[in-house]
């Protein structure tokens, strides 16, 4: 998930568009981008969407609901987990309890309808209580399958200065630690300067170095630029292969650990050339 493209969910006419476009994912919003009065059209807007497409039909689908303690909660549950619902994006969570109670209401919907994929939940961290409690989000419940960065809620609070590489830096790595911790991935959240292409493309490339999937977007123009950042390189897929080549030929002799372009090389590595291997075979990249 490279990329996961930002869809208001009170604007229909740019759904087909975003469907087409090329981001790896979509990520419908019933939260911050629609107001009160419009939370019901908008829900009936994104399930009319869901309910017309199937299970991994190409793009991963995700919609932002309200947070568990408002009203709107289990009105956005009830209209939008179908089959073709990837990953419920849960915002302002600050404790498990949010978690479990997505997750026991997600229960009671594919009982009742039949489905058989679970939904997934990606997990908001924006908030300080929230970032001091990350690892315990992230295994709060197994149907948690990432955690996501939510430093424009975090810093605006705080009055932390969004361009502090440090600070952007030091957030990243916590939240990834704690992703770790729990075994499960992270994202990188929106950059919302869209006219500062260098911006987003220093923070993606910063996510990408701390091993984070992909990074949102709340524009099409920045979709290129998250697949390219979090794409493996060229050299990257060819070390993988000669990993996974030289791996056969260790085990064959006994030995577990080995070097490759001077580099030693034992089972955490292995395993990461796995996954380069198996993106980039995905993403349809010569290996």
């Known amino acids: 998930m490279r990329s ?5 969910g009170s604007r229909p006419e740019l759904f087909a568009k975003a469907l087409a476009g090329e981001a790896d994912a979509l990520s419908f919003d019933l939260e911050d981008s629609v107001p009160p009065d419009r939370k019901n059209e908008a829900r009936q807007a994104v399930a009319a969407c869901l309910a017309q497409r199937t299970a991994d039909a190409g793009k991963r689908m995700v919609v932002r609901i309200n947070a568990w303690d408002t009203p709107h909660f289990g009105a956005d549950l ?44 990606l997990v908001n961290i924006e908030t300080p209580e929230a970032l001091a409690r990350a690892a315990e989000l992230a295994g709060a419940h197994p149907r948690v399958a990432g955690l996501q960065v939510g430093l424009g809620d975090l810093f605006e609070d705080l009055g932390v ?57 709340i524009h099409p123009s920045q979709v290129a630029a998250a697949n390219e950042a979090f794409r493996p390189t060229d050299e990257e897929i060819r070390h993988a292969a000669r990993v996974l080549q030289a791996e056969q030929e260790a085990a064959r002799a006994g030995l577990g650990a080995f070097t490759v372009d001077g580099r030693m090389v034992d089972a955490p590595f292995i395993r990461r050339a796995r996954a380069i291997v198996e993106t980039a075979r995905r993403l349809g990249l010569a290996v």
């Open 4 to 8: 996961k493209l930002f869809v208001p």
């Open 78 to 121: 009830d209209a939008v987990a179908l089959p073709a619902l990837d990953l419920v994006n849960l915002p302002k969570a600050e404790s498990p309890r949010a978690i479990q109670a997505t997750a026991l209401r997600l229960d009671e919907i594919e009982r009742a309808r039949g489905i058989v994929r679970p939904i997934g939940i």
């Open 161 to 217: 200065d969004r361009r502090d590489a440090a600070a952007v830096h030091h957030v990243l790595l916590a939240i990834r630690l704690a992703a770790g911790r729990a075994g499960v991935w992270a994202c990188d959240g929106a950059y919302a300067d869209i006219a500062d292409r260098a911006g987003y493309v220093a923070e993606a490339h910063m996510a990408r170095r701390l091993g984070y999937v992909g990074k949102s977007c």
